[in-house]
């Protein structure tokens, strides 16, 4: 990718200042350019701001570990993301529509959809790195867990991406501990458990059903306004000869998603820090309703992964009887660890509304699934318990590497009753089949 073959406006490129404008009448700014990508958002965690874990109880050491975690940063999914923008505003520049920003635009678009091509749906760089450094820091905060003794079984939806997300993390673990047991998997035999999302679900059924909500919510936020005239010289021609949310929508996509890249200049330049929010509010309401625990959807849909949270639980239950430390490592997409992070209870993630309009003060989906976004369930046992036992296990939940709560009371800090958790866990599961049996 060769960016000297467009001239950038340096002057045009003022990210930081455009993200940092005053508040406008029409409410709070809940996002920088980077989380109004929502599930693009490049995985946020590095060395440098790793959150801080509590030390483990007095008398415990972890032993085993149990993982879903999202594949890294991608390419976007359709080769149509990236030509469709680029026709639209060749159509406009044909016509003698386009603004310098826009022309400029043009070409920046054009390079991305060249560089795309073939590469639809993969990992990137970026993606590759991210996984290799949540691995080192996993490996440096249970030193315990992952050593030459180790036996570490991962499993991988059949996705490249995903595949590959697994491959690098195991990769790190193997240049760290030549010794480490290492089993990786990738085939149809549990695509049904890392990846249980079919559109012919009763819960992916009635969440279609509630997506009016969403577009009545969508409809009442503020239009783009700035954005056109960035980029067009007539406001008139882009609503009767291109349309106007299907052309933001195309430009919007592909500027999220750069931050996917090590080497594209971001552009979002070309919106408002309100135009930003308010897609970002749009998207992040459109979220809730798919994957959100809500009246409005019966508070069904987050059951869609009780099939994985079930393989979680007798997963942790197996390697409990067995004298090897372990450690189980699932990868999958953010489609999958959403609703499991809301079935789990993982921190605020299970918040409830029928508010679409006070959604965002309480539930941000950045926050739960960026690109690597991972659940790591750290299981405890007495250092000195010669026979363990269940009663005994503590366990605390990182998401995005950072503990969260979980549901009931603790036992200390952010540590938990392996034996209680469970339990409430499968109470619930029981609970869901009585009141939604199919």
């Known amino acids: 990718m060769i960016w000297n073959k467009v001239k950038f406006l340096s002057n045009r490129m003022l990210v930081i200042s455009i993200l940092l404008l005053p508040l406008s009448v029409q409410g709070k700014i809940y996002v920088d350019g980077h989380q109004a990508g929502s599930q693009y958002l490049a995985y946020p965690v590095n060395d440098s701001n790793a959150p801080q874990l509590s030390a483990a109880p007095a008398g415990y050491v972890p032993f085993h570990i149990e993982h879903y975690g999202r594949h890294g940063s991608r390419w976007r999914l359709k080769m149509k993301d990236y030509t469709e923008p680029v026709e639209l ?34 990992l990137t760089p970026l993606g590759h790195r991210q996984h290799r450094e949540i691995a080192a820091r996993m490996a440096r905060n249970f030193p315990e867990i992952f050593n030459n003794s180790t036996l570490l079984d991962a499993k991988s939806t059949v996705v490249i991406r995903c595949i590959l997300s697994m491959a690098n993390e195991m990769a790190e673990f193997q240049k760290l501990f030549p010794g480490m047991k290492i089993n990786m998997d990738a085939s149809y035999t549990t695509q049904k458990t890392l990846a249980y999302n079919s559109t012919d679900t009763v819960a992916k ?49 592909v500027a999220v998603n750069m931050q996917s890249h090590d080497d594209y200049p971001e552009i979002f330049d070309v919106f408002t820090a309100e135009e930003l929010n308010n897609e970002w509010l ?44 372990s450690a189980n490592l699932r990868f999958g997409h953010e489609s999958i660890l959403l609703p499991l992070s809301v079935l789990m209870e993982l921190g605020n993630s299970a918040y409830e509304t029928t508010d679409l309009t006070t959604l965002a003060d309480n539930w941000r989906n950045y926050e739960i ?21 269940e009663d005994d296990v503590l366990v605390k939940v990182l998401l995005n590497e950072a503990e969260v709560s979980l549901p009931g009371e603790p036992t200390v800090g952010n540590y938990y009753s392996w034996k209680n958790l469970k339990e409430y866990y499968l109470n619930k599961l029981d609970d869901f089949s009585v009141k939604f049996a199919e």
């Open 282 to 325: 749009a998207r992040n309401a459109d979220w809730y309703i798919s994957a959100g625990n809500t009246p409005l959807t019966n508070n069904r849909v987050p059951y869609n992964q009780r099939v994985l949270l079930k393989n979680i639980i007798e997963s942790a239950d197996t390697a409990m009887n067995s004298p090897h430390i």
């Open 89 to 122: 505003l060749q159509k406009a520049q044909k016509d003698g529509k386009l603004t310098p920003r826009g022309e400029t635009l043009l070409e920046q678009l054009t390079i991305i959809a060249d560089d795309a091509n073939n590469r639809t749906g993969e």
């Open 205 to 253: 059924k009635i969440s279609r059903g509630a997506k009016h909500h969403v577009e009545d919510y969508a409809a009442s936020l503020p239009k783009p306004e700035a954005f056109f005239e960035k980029l067009f010289t007539d406001r008139q021609y882009v609503a009767d000869s291109i349309g106007e949310q299907k052309i933001f929508d195309a430009i919007f996509d």
């Open 369 to 389: 699934f960026p690109m690597g976004s991972n659940i790591q369930m750290i299981f405890y046992r007495p250092k000195k318990a010669k026979k363990l036992s």
